[in-house]
Nanobody, 119 residues
Framework: QVQLVESGGGLVQAGGSLRLSCAAS????????MGWFRQAPGKDRDFVAH????????RYADSSKGRFTISRDNAKNTVYLQMNSLKPEDTSFYYC????????????WGQGTQVTVSS
């Protein structure tokens, strides 16, 4: 059974940093894409970044570029999202997700972790 467990969220002042972790288990993720999404109350879920598990190719939303970095540690089966220069508008619930690289829809989701950025 696939499990994605996020951690690392919390309260931080504007301009600060947080590193989110997503511990993945239950299968081999070679050939998968691991993504981070976020959703604030009353808003749509937005793509933040993704990384291909095997080759480490990354893609970012425009709002994430230059501030966020996605990475993975194959040995630990963990994906990270380093978030720097945080802004109040980054306040959201952040989710880790996984999908096979040959499909577009994510089929595994974590329970999420709250990130709150105070001004």
């Amino acid at each position: 059974q696939v499990q994605l467990v996020e951690s690392g969220g919390g309260l931080v002042q504007a301009g600060g940093s947080l590193r989110l972790s997503c511990a993945a288990s239950g299968r081999t993720f070679s050939g998968y894409v691991m993504g981070w999404f976020r959703q604030a109350p009353g808003k749509d879920r937005d793509f933040v970044a993704h990384i291909t598990w095997s080759s480490g190719i990354t893609r970012y939303a425009d709002s994430s570029k230059g501030r966020f970095t996605i990475s993975r540690d194959n040995a630990k089966n963990t994906v990270y999202l380093q978030m720097n220069s945080l802004k109040p508008e980054d306040t959201s619930f952040y989710y880790c997700a996984a999908r096979p690289a040959f499909v577009t829809q994510y089929n595994y989701w974590g329970q999420g972790t709250q990130v709150t950025v105070s001004s």
